[in-house]
């Protein structure tokens, strides 16, 4: 069973994909970073990057590239990392410009999701993002997270101070957002 | 970095050898210890620490590029009494930062007297502006101990662990330069 949506696809990365890995990497707004990189990644280091992955069956992150299912383009990628078996897991996302409000984004994170919460059995899920980026703040707000943390004023970026800003997704709450399913997995700490 | 700017008024703030290690297992394998050992990410936080994973630890904090551990040493006797590490992993402008200290010499200030120290290094000796830390939600002295130091509760992380048949949250604190400014300024009266 791929893990597939209703606007996209989450794949296995592939070498092919590395060129948008690249150009993402070098758009100020879609890189993703606490601190600006300079914009000067290439395809070739991405690639570098890519097949020096390894095999492993004990991996406590994962990237996929979020291809839109209608066309077969590459609109992205989405991660997960910091894995706590059946715990807890950090998401991020980067997803091109021209796919900005066309509701892939939201549609890949609610694909992961249903990946970590049904399939990892995980208890919560959190998300960085900053004060400066509304967008991704209320994507995550729609999908049920919530701010649950803030280093006030921790990131300076396009020539603003910012607060970073966790916010987290927890098991229960996904499950009252997502009624088609049912939480049969019991929890270890229940009032916890 | 001069040397004198690592000692405060009982201890030597200093790097850690090889030779610490029996010491370091001896303290960080209290009970009392557990959950707040504040050590490099995934060392066990629970499980007893066996000499080789406190010879990983030493080699971790050796390895540190963005950041540096030191051992806090009485400077009347030349014990070890505990450990500290500042760390900018993401960014110079926000560093954290982390403080264990031994059970049988907790409750004197020393943590306190280290834990200022270092904050006024980060502050004056590289480009912080903010300086965070972390400590679990059943933590109260170590709360606490954050709230005298001039830290601010900045959120909960829920589930970032499970103690005691619950789970626990990581709860945050921070501080901002002009906050440590201020509250110096106060405290010297000027």
Same mark, same amino acid.
């Given at each position: 069973?791929?893990?597939?949506?209703?606007?996209?696809?989450?794949?296995?990365?592939?070498? #092919?994909?590395?060129?948008?890995?690249?150009?993402?990497?070098?758009?100020?707004?879609?890189?993703?970073?606490?601190?600006?990189?300079?914009?000067?990644?290439?395809?070739?280091?991405?690639?570098? /990057?890519?097949?020096? =992955?390894?095999?492993?069956?004990? @991996?406590?992150?994962?990237?996929?590239?979020? #291809?839109?299912?209608?066309?077969?383009?590459?609109?992205?990628?989405?991660? !997960?990392?910091?894995?706590?078996?059946?715990?807890?897991?950090?998401?991020?996302?980067?997803?091109?410009?021209?796919?900005?409000?066309? +509701?892939?984004?939201?549609?890949?994170?609610?694909?992961?999701?249903?990946?970590?919460?049904? #399939?990892?059995?995980?208890?919560?899920?959190?998300?960085?993002?900053?004060? +400066?980026?509304?967008?991704?703040?209320?994507?995550?707000?729609?999908?049920?997270?919530?701010?649950?943390?803030?280093? @006030? #004023?921790?990131?300076?970026?396009?020539?603003?101070?910012?607060?970073?800003?966790?916010?987290?997704?927890? $098991?229960?709450? !996904?499950?009252?957002?997502?009624?088609?399913?049912?939480? /049969?997995?019991?929890?270890?700490?229940?009032? &916890? | 970095?001069?040397?004198? /700017?690592?000692?405060?008024?009982?201890?030597?703030?200093?790097?850690?050898?090889?030779?610490?290690?029996?010491?370091?297992?001896?303290? *960080?394998?209290?009970?009392? =210890?557990?959950? $707040? $050992?504040?050590?490099?990410?995934?060392?066990?936080?629970?499980?007893?620490?066996?000499?080789?994973?406190?010879? &990983?630890?030493?080699?971790?904090?050796?390895?540190?590029?963005?950041?540096?551990?030191?051992?806090?040493?009485?400077?009347?006797?030349?014990? *070890?009494?505990?450990?500290?590490?500042?760390?900018?992993?993401?960014?110079?402008?926000?560093?954290?930062?982390?403080?264990?200290?031994?059970?049988?010499?907790?409750?004197?200030?020393?943590?306190?007297?280290?834990?200022? $120290?270092?904050?006024?290094?980060?502050?004056?000796?590289?480009?912080?502006?903010?300086?965070?830390?972390?400590?679990?939600?059943?933590?109260?002295? +170590?709360?606490?101990?954050?709230?005298?130091?001039?830290?601010?509760?900045?959120?909960?992380?829920?589930?970032?662990?499970?103690?005691?048949?619950? !789970?626990?949250?990581?709860?945050?604190?921070?501080?901002?330069?002009?906050?440590?400014?201020?509250? /110096?300024?106060?405290?010297?009266?000027?």
């Amino acid at each position: 069973m791929a893990l597939e949506g209703r606007l996209v696809l989450l794949r296995e990365e592939r070498r #092919e994909d590395q060129a948008v890995f690249a150009r993402l990497r070098n758009d100020l707004e879609t890189q993703g970073w606490n601190v600006a990189l300079p914009p000067s990644y290439t395809e070739a280091m991405h690639i570098k /990057r890519f097949e020096a =992955m390894e095999f492993s069956y004990d @991996r406590d992150s994962a990237r996929f590239s979020v #291809e839109r299912k209608e066309t077969g383009e590459l609109a992205g990628f989405i991660t !997960y990392s910091d894995l706590e078996p059946r715990l807890g897991a950090t998401i991020g996302i980067a997803i091109a410009k021209p796919f900005w409000g066309t +509701g892939v984004a939201f549609d890949a994170q609610e694909v992961l999701l249903r990946f970590l919460f049904l #399939e990892l059995g995980l208890r919560v899920v959190h998300l960085w993002s900053h004060s +400066g980026n509304p967008r991704a703040i209320a994507l995550a707000e729609k999908a049920g997270f919530s701010v649950s943390g803030r280093i @006030r #004023e921790g990131m300076y970026k396009n020539g603003e101070l910012l607060d970073t800003v966790v916010m987290s997704l927890l $098991r229960e709450a !996904y499950f009252v957002q997502h009624t088609e399913f049912e939480d /049969r997995l019991p929890d270890p700490f229940p009032g &916890g | 970095m001069s040397e004198e /700017r690592f000692e405060t008024t009982r201890t030597i703030l200093r790097g850690l050898e090889a030779a610490d290690a029996e010491r370091l297992q001896t303290y *960080l394998n209290a009970p009392t =210890m557990i959950g $707040r $050992r504040y050590v490099p990410w995934r060392i066990p936080d629970v499980a007893p620490l066996s000499s080789s994973r406190v010879e &990983g630890i030493l080699e971790a904090w050796s390895k540190e590029k963005k950041g540096f551990a030191v051992g806090i040493e009485l400077r009347e006797t030349g014990e *070890l009494v505990g450990h500290a590490e500042c760390n900018w992993h993401w960014d110079t402008h926000c560093p954290g930062i982390g403080i264990a200290i031994a059970p049988d010499h907790q409750r004197r200030g020393i943590g306190f007297e280290v834990a200022s $120290r270092l904050i006024a290094h980060l502050f004056e000796n590289t480009p912080a502006h903010n300086v965070s830390g972390w400590a679990a939600s059943w933590n109260e002295a +170590g709360l606490a101990f954050a709230k005298r130091l001039g830290f601010a509760e900045s959120g909960r992380i829920p589930r970032s662990g499970i103690r005691d048949g619950a !789970y626990v949250d990581a709860v945050m604190v921070d501080m901002l330069k002009p906050e440590w400014a201020a509250a /110096r300024e106060g405290a010297d009266g000027t």
